[in-house]
């Protein structure tokens, strides 16, 4: 049985103190109610709350995530965090190629494919972003598109690893736009990645996968969404700042 998944990503947004106030506060509320079984918690935190948040959940329920790593291992890279660092901290997740990353920094897919490659060499669990933009939607080139950042993206990581992998579907076209894909567009990307990831691995691998949908999900849209086949829950942005919020989306699953 795949794992359903609530991954929240807060971006750049909180102070160390308003993060931990916001981690505690959902802990909390898991610690007064049993988790759904095959249910994961994640939040997504910036590289300057991941210690912090860490020491305020209970790991048994709600896990860390980094928002990023580097492609290198160590080195003169200034500014650079790398996995080991990551690992270290206590996180367990990593959300690698997102589409801000990709986007406004200028990540390719290979560059997407190390990142990977260094999670997976440190025992991290990342979720691999993909989806494609208004323009590529409204051209008809999205399946092409998805497919292509997937076989580049997953190029250095074989048959365990995958199995290591979450996968996030985030049509760009729906992120911070108010717009949402129809469950049935969600479904009907969904059901392909999983395709892709059959023709790349097999389709046992496939079945053992879990992919979220990542946009712009609320509480109004999640139920609906959470029904399809083939989505196992949701990469949240704005409504993961909200303890109330994703706490209803995670109802939701």
């Excluded at 947004?13 to 249910?39: D, H, R, W």
């Excluded at 049935?184 to 496939?206: G, L, P, S, V």
């Excluded at 949240?236 to 989306?249: N, P, T, V, W």
Aim: aromatic residues 8%; proline residues 2%.
């Amino acid at each position: 049985m795949r794992n359903k998944i609530i991954a929240g990503n807060w971006k750049m947004n909180t102070l160390v103190n308003e993060g931990v106030k916001l981690a505690s506060s959902i802990n909390e509320y898991f610690n007064n109610n049993k988790l759904t079984p095959n249910v994961k918690i994640i939040i997504g935190v910036p590289f300057t709350h991941i210690d912090a948040c860490v020491r305020s959940v209970d790991y048994t329920k709600i896990s860390v995530a980094a928002q990023n790593c580097s492609q290198y291992e160590k080195g003169a890279y200034t500014g650079e965090i790398a996995a080991d660092m990551i690992k270290g901290l206590g996180a367990q997740y990593v959300i690698v190629g997102h589409s801000e990353r990709r986007q406004i920094f200028g990540e390719t897919d290979s560059i997407i494919a190390q990142k990977l490659a260094n999670c997976h060499k440190n025992a991290l669990f990342p979720i691999l972003c993909c989806g494609e933009t208004d323009n590529q939607r409204d051209d008809g080139s999205y399946f092409d598109v998805v497919k292509n950042q997937l076989i580049a993206s997953l190029s250095l990581t074989d048959k365990f690893n995958v199995l290591r992998t979450v996968i996030a579907y985030e049509p760009v076209w729906a992120i911070g736009t108010g717009k949402t894909a129809s469950p049935e567009q969600a479904q009907e990307m969904h059901e392909y990645i999983r395709k892709i990831i059959t023709e790349i691995y097999n389709q046992n691998i496939a079945d053992q996968i879990s992919i979220l949908y990542g946009g712009s999900v609320k509480p109004d849209n999640a139920v609906e969404l959470f029904s399809q086949d083939d989505i196992d829950g949701g990469l949240i942005g704005g409504a993961s700042l909200k303890k109330e919020d994703f706490i209803k989306i995670y109802q939701a699953i």
